[in-house]
């Protein structure tokens, strides 16, 4: 039987039109389809949340919430580019990964929907380090949440000249390091599927 593709849910964590995250995201999800996977590339400005809140949660869960639980069970991993603020991921990727960990509809445990899937991290900055800090900080975050983060990882610093559109990303060296994040979490999204078939 032909092998599915893994289905991996891309964003980056910055609601901006001329983000570079937004940029270099579509690097890393182009890489990912080149690799078989299907992606699904979504922005964070159509899922609007409001900062974790219990009392808003037992008013009624935002119906945002619900839409991104629903998209986290159904793919097999994430790919994400992140900005760096003030040395750590912002407030937008936290708050966006707290709300999904929020119990489901049916009861169940939102961490529950990370489990055991694989996440690709990337970051991009017009500094130097091009936010490498945040993804130290963002790899501990998806690792409390179960997903296995695959070790390859890519900072894009001076970003305003890398990225100047949308999957174009001028540097020979960090593009096939973003590759590379790509194939690996493909690479083991397959082993995940593959495990999950055989228990
Ligand atoms: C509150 C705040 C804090 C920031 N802190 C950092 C930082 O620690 N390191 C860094 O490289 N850039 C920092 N920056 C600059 C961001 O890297 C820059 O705004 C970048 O363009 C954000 O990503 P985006 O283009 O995807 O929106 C900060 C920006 C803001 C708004």
Redesign the pocket.
Known sequence: MPEAAPRLLAF?????Q???????IHVLADGARAGGAEVTLIELRDYPLPIYDGDIESEGMPDAVRALQALMARHDGLLI????????M?ALVKNTLDWISRPTEEGRSGVGLFQDKVAGIVS????????L??LLVLRDALSKLGLLVVPQQVAV?Q?ADKLPDYGILNDDRLRAGVHNVAAAVVRHARGTQSNGATA
């Open positions: 980056a964590g910055s609601l901006r001329g983000s570079y995250n937004r940029r270099l580019s992140t900005p760096e603020y003030n040395g750590s912002p991009a900055s017009p500094g130097p380090l091009g936010g800090r945040s610093g970003a």
